[in-house]
């Protein structure tokens, strides 16, 4: 095979093989929760600010990341009385704990499609394990910006306990859905 051809197929080919950057689009990605209450209901709430980036990498996982940045006090439920107490110190106590964090290094892929990531959650400062399952990834141009984009819908669940915020179990569920509807640009 000719040289040039080689060269002019390896640069054609080289996105295959090269990590894609994101960046969060706040006004399209909405962390949210939902918790049993009084085992009669489910209370369902969400974050209105938040940032962060994914770097994707399907030939190479250990080169993909993800982090998310979660500003604790845009909590919102919409009923104002419960937000004040759910941003207060019996929960997301929002004055000591300005932000929840995750952080991913380790991404499974199907194909070039992300699948889960594990990583670490940080909420009331404290660290602990957490497995994001990653549904409906799908990217596209997006109007009417023509840049290229991607979205997911991620979901795992977690016990708030695990994290020192004990108030109000069993009255108030220990388990809690967490879903990030999300959208990024590619950089």
């Given at each position: 095979?000719?040289?040039?051809?080689?060269?002019?197929?390896?640069?054609?080919?080289?996105k295959l093989w090269a990590a894609d950057r994101f960046v969060l689009d706040p006004e399209h990605t909405f962390p949210s929760f939902e918790i049993r209450h009084q085992n009669v209901s489910f209370m369902?709430?969400?974050?209105?600010?938040?940032?962060?980036?994914?770097?994707?990498?399907?030939?190479?996982?250990?080169?993909?990341?993800?982090?998310?940045?979660?500003?604790?006090?845009?909590?919102?439920?919409?009923?104002?009385?419960?937000?004040?107490?759910?941003?207060?110190?019996?929960?997301?106590?929002?004055?000591?704990?300005?932000?929840?964090?995750?952080?991913?290094?380790?991404?499974?892929?199907?194909?070039?499609?992300?699948?889960?990531?594990?990583?670490?959650?940080?909420?009331?400062?404290?660290?602990?394990?957490?497995?994001?399952?990653?549904?409906?990834?799908?990217?596209?141009?997006?109007?009417?910006?023509?840049?290229?984009?991607?979205?997911?819908?991620?979901?795992?669940?977690?016990?708030?306990?695990?994290?020192?915020?004990?108030?109000?179990?069993?009255?108030?569920?220990?388990?809690?859905?967490?879903?990030?509807?999300?959208?990024?640009?590619?950089?």
């Amino acid at each position: 095979m000719n040289k040039l051809v080689l060269i002019l197929l390896l640069a054609a080919s080289s996105k295959l093989w090269a990590a894609d950057r994101f960046v969060l689009d706040p006004e399209h990605t909405f962390p949210s929760f939902e918790i049993r209450h009084q085992n009669v209901s489910f209370m369902r709430g969400k974050f209105n600010r938040s940032v962060g980036q994914v770097v994707l990498d399907p030939q190479n996982p250990g080169g993909s990341l993800i982090e998310v940045i979660v500003d604790a006090g845009s909590g919102d439920t919409g009923h104002d009385e419960l937000n004040r107490k759910l941003l207060g110190s019996n929960f997301f106590d929002t004055a000591r704990f300005p932000e929840i964090r995750f952080v991913a290094r380790d991404v499974t892929y199907q194909g070039d499609i992300p699948v889960s990531a594990r990583g670490e959650l940080t909420l009331l400062g404290i660290t602990q394990p957490v497995v994001l399952e990653i549904r409906d990834f799908s990217c596209g141009r997006h109007f009417p910006s023509f840049r290229n984009f991607c979205g997911a819908d991620v979901h795992t669940t977690i016990r708030r306990s695990d994290f020192g915020m004990n108030y109000g179990i069993p009255l108030i569920g220990d388990e809690v859905k967490l879903a990030i509807e999300v959208e990024g640009f590619r950089q």
